[in-house]
């Protein structure tokens, strides 16, 4: 006969639909041998049972409870009782292993308020148990300093992120929290020993900034504002920093309202700045 909970060392004692809910009652056949309050082996009873709820990953479209009839145990040399410890159970939660990495497989992929309606727990769990799987990504996840670095920006949940991406490769990056000069600062700081590359293209930077100011001025159009060319953005248009006319493709962002400084070369017209 197929066993229906398919963990190992359990025992299905029965099976059946409870509410929306798919209930399996079992016994875990593996008995302690040592107390888990002193280590003595040997000097332990039965201290009656005790019944346990775990949450099981979904079956036939149903979320699944176990029923769990554990073992209460007493040490007959210290005294203490425990409850019976169930293999294939997650440590933390009431839970089976397999259940937790259902959650967090799926936590990329559904909302948490879908996958608490699969699983039949509350949300929270859902959102502690992703975050606590995206916290292990993010650690195993070593990002890298392309040749040709993008940045950009994206709002996501009401805030703008800054966004690095591969231009060459047209992948992402990495995602920052915020688009503020410090969170990029400690960013590129991680790649300290390529210093050189990141103080060549900030120097040509400075370079096209004093240019366009001195070819098409420095008054902002929008906000009104007066800048010096260090308090002003450069931003690329096109093409790659390198070129024999680093003012082609080029403009200037106002760094107090972020709206372009648009030139003739960039633009083909003289218009406002636009945001």
Not at 57 to 71: M, T
Not at 154 to 167: E, N, S
């Amino acid at each position: 006969m197929t066993d229906i909970l398919d963990l190992e060392d359990w025992n299905v004692v029965a099976k059946y639909i409870d509410g929306d809910d798919y209930l399996i009652e079992a016994e875990y056949t593996v008995l302690p041998k040592a107390c888990t309050k002193c280590g003595n082996i040997g000097n332990l009873y039965k201290h009656g049972p005790k019944p346990i709820y775990i949450r099981d990953s979904p079956i036939r479209g149903r979320p699944v409870r176990i029923l769990a009839h554990a073992q209460r145990f007493k040490c007959r040399e210290c005294g203490g009782t425990f409850i019976q410890p169930l293999g294939g159970i997650h440590q933390d939660s009431r839970m089976t292993s397999r259940c937790v990495d259902f959650i967090q497989t799926q936590c990329l992929r559904q909302t948490f308020l879908h996958i608490a309606e699969l699983v039949g727990c509350d949300d929270k769990t859902v959102r502690n148990l992703a975050g606590d799987y995206i916290g292990r990504l993010n650690a195993e996840y070593k990002p890298w300093l392309p040749e040709w670095l993008g940045i950009d920006e994206t709002q996501i949940d009401g805030k703008l992120r800054c966004i690095i991406t591969d231009v060459v490769n047209r992948l992402p990056i990495d995602m920052l929290p915020d688009r503020d000069k410090p969170s990029v600062t400690n960013w590129l700081w991680k790649f300290k020993d390529r210093a050189e590359v990141i103080r060549d293209i900030q120097r040509r930077k400075r370079s096209m900034r004093a240019f366009l100011i001195a070819k098409f001025g420095n008054t902002c159009r929008s906000c009104g504002g007066v800048y010096e060319d260090k308090d002003l953005l450069a931003a690329r248009t096109k093409g790659p920093y390198f070129d024999d006319k680093p003012e082609e493709g080029m403009e200037l962002l106002c760094s107090g309202c972020y709206v372009r400084f648009h030139t003739e070369r960039t633009s083909g017209h003289s218009a406002p700045s636009t945001p």
